[in-house]
Structures are given as C-alpha cells and as structure tokens.
C-alpha cells in the first residue's frame, strides 16, 4: 500500500483529502506544519507528500527543500497561491507538482497517481543503468 503525508494547516483541507485519497486505497499520515513534517519524513518513508505553502513555523517551500535533501519523495504543492513566480519558485525546490486551491478532489487523486507513476518509472530506469 502506498503511503501520502498529507501537510496543511487547515484541519478540513487534511480531512477532505485524507478521505478521498483512503478510498483509493493509500495509507494517510498528516502533519500540520513543515517542520512536523520534516520531522516525520526523517523518521518515515512516504510515497508522496501533498504539502500546502502558507503554513505556521516552516512554510512548505522550506519544508520541500529541506525533506529532498535527505529522501527523494515526490511532493504536490497544493496552494492558494497561484502566481507564476510561487509556481516557478515551487519547481525550483524541487516540487513535482502545483495545484491551486480551490481544487478538485478527484483531480488531485489523479495528479498524486501520476506523480507516483512518473516516480516509480524514473526509479526504475536509475536502477536499470546503475
């Protein structure tokens, strides 16, 4: 089963997302701010992260940054932020995707399925060459 961390300061963002990503058969875990999940993604191994931007502590940009520096986790930015620069500057630290808020809950279940899927083929191709 794959695993998602979910991290976003508003409990019903986590709820609605959380339900819709169990019914396709992920395993949930959340964090309310960056830093708990820079803290969890040390501990743990996750699949995928949907991080939100604007939260307290360490906003999600920092947080992204810092969790690619010791694991290779594909991470959706999920945001209110939608300006070309918070989406160019998102790619810049290493985010795999951008959704702005508000958005499709069934859309986001098929961006986190194809993020995942473009991961998992670029793993494999690396360990083919190595």
Request: hydrophobic content about 40%; proline content about 4%; overall charge negative.
């Amino acid at each position: 089963m794959s695993r998602i961390l979910i991290v976003d300061d508003e409990p019903d963002i986590i709820t609605l997302i959380s339900r819709y990503a169990k019914r396709e058969g992920y395993e949930v875990v959340t964090a309310e701010d960056g830093r708990q999940a820079i803290d969890i993604c040390q501990i743990e191994d996750f699949d995928l992260i949907v991080m939100d931007i604007m939260m307290p502590d360490t906003d999600g940009f920092t947080a992204c940054k810092k969790i690619k520096e010791f694991k290779d986790i594909p991470v959706i930015m999920l945001s209110a932020r939608g300006t070309e620069f918070d989406k160019l500057f998102g790619f810049e630290v290493g985010v795999d995707d951008y959704v702005t808020k508000p958005f499709s809950p069934l859309e986001l279940m098929a961006r986190i399925k194809a993020v995942m899927n473009r991961h998992k083929t670029t793993l494999l191709k690396t360990r083919a060459v190595s």
